[in-house]
Every structure is written in C-alpha cells, then in structure tokens.
C-alpha cells in the first residue's frame, strides 16, 4: 500500500466522520428549537414539585378529555385554564371529576384521590392561568359567623334550587341541585365561588366572604339539628308526611284489609 | 222478563248465592217468596245491567267475574243440601237461624275437640296478652325513664310509641287468635227488618202535617202570608250586597311597580346597592328598587340581575336594554305569580318551581317550556357615573300574571 493512497483513505474516513458530526449538531439543533418552539408537552416546565406531581395526575386522569395543558376539546370537556385551585378541589374532591359518563349532572361520589393528590392537582391546574383559589378561614371566623344572617342570604339566594333545608331539587331537563347535607364548609365555599356546572357564581363582591361564612354555618346548623318525633323525611315539611301516610299507611291497611275479605 | 222467571230459586239456598239473586227474588229465610216492599235494595234489576255484568242465570259459570272480595265462595252440593235443609226448619223469635259450621264444610279448629290442642291455644292467647301487659309498664316505665329533652323528645316519641304499638298488636292478635282456635265457627243468618215504614205510620205523618198547616191558617190569614212572603224575598239581599266589597277596581295599580328612573338596585338581603363589578360572570342577584317603601309598588319590584359572558345575550332588544352585559327581569313569573331564580348559569334557563315553566334569559326570556304565556318583562338598566347600576324607568309591560283588563 502506498502511502498516497493511505492518505487518500485517511481523508475519506475522516469526510465520514464530519459527515455524522453534521447530522449530529443539526439533529441537536431540530431537539433545541422543538423543545423551544413546540407547546411544552405534560411534563411541566415548572420546577415546583407539587405542580410536576399535579401535572402527572392529569396526564393520567384528566387529559383524554380536558386535552393537554387544560386546553380543553371541542364537545367534550372545557378548558380548565383560569378555573382555578377551588374549581378543582371541587369538582375532584366530591368525586364529580373524573366523570364516570356523560349525563345532565354529575353526581356526588366517592372521589379516587387523596387530599395530597387533590391539593397537587389543584396547585397544577392554578399554574395554567389565574382563577379563585382554595378557601382559608380561620376558627375565629366561623365562630363569629351568624347563622340567622346566614339563614336569610341562604333563603333569598340558594333555597330556590337547593331547598330551604338544603335537601336539593329538581332543574330542567334532568339536571338537579344537589343536596347539601354530604358537602364540607370548605366544598360549599368552593361552589359559591366557582359556580359548578349550571350553578350560579356568587362572587366575594357579591356575597362577602363573612356572609359566606354565615350561609354555611346555617347549613350546617340545620343539619345537625334534630328532627321533632322521628324521621326527618328531607325536611320537606308535613306534606311529605302526609304523603307517606297515605300511601304507606293508609295503603298497607287497605292490603291488609282486602287479604281478610279474600280470606272471609 | 219470561226468561228470568223461569231462573226464579226454588230455595232459599239458592236465592243464598248472590246479592242481586236476592234483590231480584227476595225470599225469607224459611224458602218463601217474600212480598215485594217499596225500599231501593228490593228494585228490580234490568235483565241488561246483569247481562254487562255478567250476572245473568243464563251466562255460563265460565264467563262470570273471578271470585272477588266480597263475594262467597259458591257452596259445594253437600253444603248447599244441608244449609237448605237448616232454613227449612222454623227460626227462632228473631227470625234467626243457627247454622252449623259443618253446614258449610267449615272444619272446627282442632282446639275445639282435643283437649290438648285447646290448653296450648289457651296458653298461646295468654301469652299474647302477658305480652301487651308487659309492653304497657313498658310505657310507664319509658314515660319515666327516658329524658324527653333528648332530641326533642326523638327517644320518649320512640320508646312510647313503640311499646303501645306492641301492647295494640299483642292484644289485637290474641283475640284473633282467640276468635280463630277456641270460638265456635257456626253462622247465624238473620232476615233483614223492612227498610220502609208501615202504610199506617205514613198516613199518620201526612195527616200531622196537613193538620198543622190548617192549623195555622195559611190560606186564610192573608196578611200573615204575605209579610211571611216579603221577608223570605228579602233574605237574600245581604248576600248581594255584600259583593261590594269585591272592590275597589285596582285601576292602574297592576301596571306600575316601585321601579323608576333613576332607581339604584339594592340587593333585597342586605340592602347594599349593586356596583358594576359584583356579580361575576354567570353571576344572579335579587334586588329592589331604592326608596320603594310602599306596599303595592313594593310587591311588584322583584327583580333579577343576571351577568352575562360578553356574546351570550342573543335577543337584539334585551341587549339594548341591558348594561354591560347585565340584565334585568322581574322576578314574578308571568303565570302564576310566582317568584322564579332557579338559573342556571350555562344554559341560562329560568325555571319557575311551581309549574316549571323555563325562560330562555339569553333570549329576551323566551318561554320555552311550562304554561307561562307570556315573557318576563325586562327592565332597562344602566350604569350611573358611580358605577352603580339603576334603572331607566319602570318596567314597560306589566308584571306578574295576567290579569283581565291587560289586553
């Protein structure tokens, strides 16, 4: 082997080797610009650990309908940007979110997430865009609530769907308000400030935070209070009563009636 | 009628089978055609009407009705031997006849014939009273015990209710229980007295009375007949005069409530007036007019104020009445009056509780389901140099329900 032809051979080895380099530092370049340009994908650019643990939480639960990022998709979910840290404490919470199907209203279940997981979540979510936070009271607070102040915000602004002893009703088409009797303070709260689903948002310049506090006490307060000689019945008053007179009592003895005529 | 004559019973078991058999062909209990008496049960009963029903003798056994409540089991060929032969014998001075049981193939408890069975149905009747006994010292016992201001009285309401229920149904099933084991089954068949008076008793009242208008000399003393005449003609006059009361006519009252220009929306809790910037989105509020203070103009101002997305209001008129995307409506629905704030804040229905009519509010409040006849009116609002919301005026229309002269 001569040595010109060595040196023809060096040169060519080394052409394929800046050949590679090439590909190699324009592929890094295409990763650089991707990762810089491109929608950041479930993992968050952010570096607070609970918005990361959030983010992989919706990714799993939350993403095939919301869509990634919270950005939501057409006639399936809404954009969950701006709802805020409450709107998911709520929605999660209560377990109405993961939705188990489509219908004219979520129902109350047990939720499949613990506080942590919930919280991380919510802290996530809050990340994409600003939005009421989760309620802080203090014990002072709820001690100077006034429940009969309460009682009467509760009647004027709330009783209409969810009853004068917060038992819930009807609303159009298949929807409700739901009863009142399952939810903690910090939930209701939540759902004044959010509005969820079909309900009303009463903001804190509408309905002071105080105020806020006064209408959940009242609920609280009629919920522990006692019934008068037994059953509750749903609070619903002496037609209820009435009604279950009739029907179970009254009819009972009919059957009881007609079984000794058949047996005569 | 030739037909049915021809079904008439010859016995009275036969007559026994039904009631309209025996209305039909009433028959004493010794088997004899009983006279025919002017009271309703002993009508004759058109062939027709048992034919609908299936009554008729000559409806085969097949088509009649199932056994219902009420009506007897027909008897078996034996039964209906040996009862016709018990009415056949005379009754007793009242008219009764003391069947037995056996008559009928009604077997006797075996309580009633051996000794042991009838000590253990004593035992068990004794036992069922004990019971009762025992539930009401239960009664006393809680009545002293149990502390009613528990629950407001939720436990005594329990404990007294509960032992008198047991002491009720344990003597309640002791005597059935005492009726059924330990009584002779036998039937006693009594005939029914005469549902109508004797002719005598009847011609002795019409006599009484005839006697009695003689007496007061009607027909002769005119002018007591007359002034008697005059009063009763008078009587009824309180009654109508009374109908004055059903006014004064309302006049304009109905079209005009406390709303006027210039009129800040106070909410109706805490009487704050409302500021651009209050409600949120999605947002409702009930509110009054400022300074309303008197009762009528009062009682038609309920109003709502709704917050709206910019873009969801889509009637052209309630957008030109509103403010900034705040609407106004009178909260009285235009059916029966009453007040409506079931929203809902996505599909902005209005739902009213009571006969669930349901207003589209982002259509100029639409009726687009329930009785309601007629739109909520909206109120003209608008945003004072304060930020304040206030109302241009009164309402156009008149709110509520319909009235007569409305038009």
Same mark, same amino acid.
């Given at each position: 082997m001569s040595p010109s032809t060595l040196a023809a051979r060096f040169v060519s080895r080394r052409r394929q080797l800046a050949g590679a380099a090439v590909i190699a530092v324009a592929l890094g370049l295409l990763g650089m610009l991707y990762a810089a340009l491109a929608p950041a994908g479930q993992a968050s650019t952010s570096t607070d650990p609970a918005v990361q643990r959030g983010a992989a939480i919706y990714g799993?639960?939350?993403? $095939?309908c919301h869509g990634f990022n919270g950005a939501g998709i057409d006639h399936v979910a809404p954009s969950l940007i701006g709802v805020g840290a409450a709107s998911i404490d709520f929605q999660v919470g209560t377990g109405r979110m993961p939705l188990k199907e489509h219908g004219p209203e979520a129902p109350r279940k047990r939720t499949q997430f613990n506080e942590q997981q919930i919280r991380d979540l919510a802290t996530y979510v809050a990340s994409l865009g600003p939005?009421?936070?989760i309620p802080q009271? $203090?014990?002072?607070q709820w001690q100077r609530a006034d429940t009969a102040y309460g009682g009467a915000l509760f009647r004027t602004n709330c009783a209409q769907c969810h009853n004068f002893a917060g038992s819930g009703g009807e609303l159009t088409y298949g929807k409700y308000a739901p009863s009142l009797t399952d939810a903690t303070p910090r939930q209701i709260y939540e759902a004044m400030i959010t509005g969820p689903e079909n309900m009303p948002v009463f903001g804190d310049k509408q309905i002071t935070p105080a105020q806020k506090l006064a209408i959940i006490k009242y609920i609280r307060t009629i919920k522990t209070q006692a019934d008068p000689g037994g059953a509750g019945l749903g609070r619903v008053g002496p037609v209820t009563e009435t009604v279950i007179g009739w029907l179970a009592g009254i009819g009972v003895l009919v059957i009881v009636t007609i079984w000794i005529g058949a047996r005569a | 009628m030739a037909d049915d004559d021809k079904e008439a019973p010859k016995t009275a078991a036969e007559a026994h089978g039904s009631v309209f058999e025996r209305a039909k062909h009433p028959v004493t209990t010794?088997?004899?055609? !009983?006279?025919r008496g002017r009271s309703a049960s002993a009508r004759e009963i058109d062939a027709e009407v048992l034919q609908r029903g299936n009554m008729a003798p000559d409806v085969p056994e097949k088509a009649r009705p199932a056994r219902k409540v009420g009506r007897r089991k027909p008897l078996t060929p034996d039964a209906e031997a040996a009862q016709a032969a018990m009415f056949s014998r005379p009754s007793d001075s009242d008219g009764t006849h003391a069947v037995p049981a056996e008559a009928f193939g009604i077997e006797h408890d075996p309580a009633q014939t051996d000794p042991r069975e009838e000590k253990f149905a004593e035992w068990q009747v004794s036992a069922l009273f004990m019971v009762a006994a025992l539930a009401v010292i239960g009664f006393v016992i809680a009545y002293v015990m149990v502390d009613p201001r528990i629950d407001l009285g939720r436990n005594m309401n329990f404990a007294l209710g509960g032992t008198l229920a047991i002491a009720l149904c344990a003597m309640g099933a002791a005597f059935c229980l005492w009726a059924k084991k330990l009584l002779p089954h036998d039937k006693a068949v009594q005939e029914?007295?005469?549902f109508f008076s004797p002719e005598e008793d009847e011609l002795a009242a019409e006599e009484v009375f005839f006697k009695g208008v003689q007496e007061m000399g009607l027909g002769s003393r005119k002018i007591l007949r007359r002034t008697l005449l005059a009063a009763g003609a008078l009587l009824p006059i309180p009654a109508v005069v009374l109908l004055r009361d059903l006014g004064p006519l309302p006049t304009t009252k109905l079209r005009h409530t406390g709303w006027r220009n210039g009129a800040k929306l106070l909410d109706v809790v805490t009487g704050q007036p409302i !500021?651009?910037?209050?409600?949120?989105?999605?947002?409702?509020?009930?509110?009054?007019?400022e300074g309303a203070t008197d009762v009528d103009t009062h009682a038609l101002a309920p109003t709502i104020l709704i917050r709206f997305a910019p873009g969801q209001i889509r009637s052209k008129k309630e957008f030109a009445w509103s403010a900034d995307n705040h609407v106004a409506y009178s909260k009285i629905c235009s059916h029966a009056g009453c007040p409506i704030s079931l929203y809902e804040q996505q599909t902005h229905h209005l739902l009213c509780?009571?006969?669930?009519?349901?207003f589209d509010m982002a259509d100029d409040a639409n009726v687009i389901?329930?009785?309601?006849?007629?739109?909520?009116?909206q109120l003209q609002i608008d945003i004072d140099s304060q930020g304040y919301f206030v109302a241009k005026g009164d309402y156009k229309h008149p709110v509520g329900p319909s009235f007569w002269e409305r038009g």
């Open positions: 799993q639960a939350c993403a $095939s939005g009421p936070q009271f $203090s014990a002072q | 010794s088997g004899e055609e !009983k006279p029914r007295h005469d !500021k651009l910037g209050d409600l949120e989105i999605g947002g409702i509020a009930t509110v009054m007019p509780p009571c006969h669930q009519s349901t389901f329930g009785p309601a006849a007629r739109r909520l009116p």
